[in-house]
Antibody, heavy 118, light 107 residues
Framework: DVQLEESGGGLVRPGGSLRLSCAAS????????MTWVRQSPGKGLECVSV???????SYSDSVKGRFTISRDTARNTLFLQMTALRADDTAVYHC????????????WGPGTTVSVSS | AIQMTQSPSSLSAYIGDTITITCRAS??????LGWYQHKPGKAPKLLIF???ALQSGVPSRFSGSGSGTHFTLTITSLQPDDFATYYC?????????FGQGTKVDLK
């Protein structure tokens, strides 16, 4: 069964760091597109970061320089290292995948909540 | 970054209605666009990819069209399960960007 499960969310102070994980099953994270998408309270969806099958990465302007996306082949897991966190990073973070033929983000995790507050 | 302008931001409709949501890109994106349905507390769900291809398992009352800068999502014979927020997403150019969303509720 193809599944994604996020973990690592929590409450963190402004300026702090957090690492989100996304465990994949039923496919290999290094062979597909993997993304992190977030929804802040009262706002729409934002694609925060993408890692392409070849390893190239991309970031939204709002997180560039602060967040790093990576993946671990052995653990078949996607990560999002978040630093210099701000209140406006508060959101539910979902990981999602698209196959190498890119036919949309077809598998999503249920999400993990990040709250940035003093 | 490519801006995706979605309209309307919200609409009210009756069960059985046909509705259309529009997404405009700030520059041409070929047909590199998907449509997603999102309900509170749930993960978004892929409806359409490649602007017009129906994702497996999605009812045929959902359809997408367009290319370049103008795209539409049409839902015919609206069902109770369709009341949700809908987003377009362009994956033509980094960073990938969503439209602002269209909330569809029951009139």
């Amino acid at each position: 069964d193809v599944q994604l499960e996020e973990s690592g969310g929590g409450l963190v102070r402004p300026g702090g760091s957090l690492r989100l994980s996304c465990a994949a099953s039923g496919f290999t994270v290094t062979s597909v597109y993997m993304t992190w998408v977030r929804q802040s309270p009262g706002k729409g969806l934002e694609c925060v970061s993408v890692i392409f099958p070849g390893g190239i990465t991309s970031y939204s302007d709002s997180v560039k320089g602060r967040f790093t996306i990576s993946r671990d082949t052995a653990r078949n897991t996607l990560f999002l290292q978040m630093t210099a966190l701000r209140a406006d990073d508060t959101a539910v973070y979902h990981c999602a995948r698209a196959t190498v033929s890119y036919e949309g983000l077809d598998v999503w995790g249920p999400g993990t909540t990040v709250s940035v507050s003093s | 970054a490519i801006q995706m302008t979605q309209s309307p931001s919200s609409l009210s409709a009756y069960i059985g209605d046909t509705i259309t949501i529009t997404c405009r890109a700030s520059q041409g994106i070929r047909n590199d666009l998907g449509w997603y349905q999102h309900k509170p507390g749930k993960a978004p769900k892929l409806l359409i990819f490649g602007a017009s291809a129906l994702q497996s398992g999605v009812p045929s009352r959902f359809s997408g069209s367009g290319s370049g800068t103008h795209f539409t999502l049409t839902i015919t014979s609206l069902q109770p399960d369709d009341f949700a927020t809908y987003y377009c997403l362009q994956d033509y150019s980094d960073p990938w960007t969503f439209g602002q969303g269209t909330k569809v509720d029951l009139k």
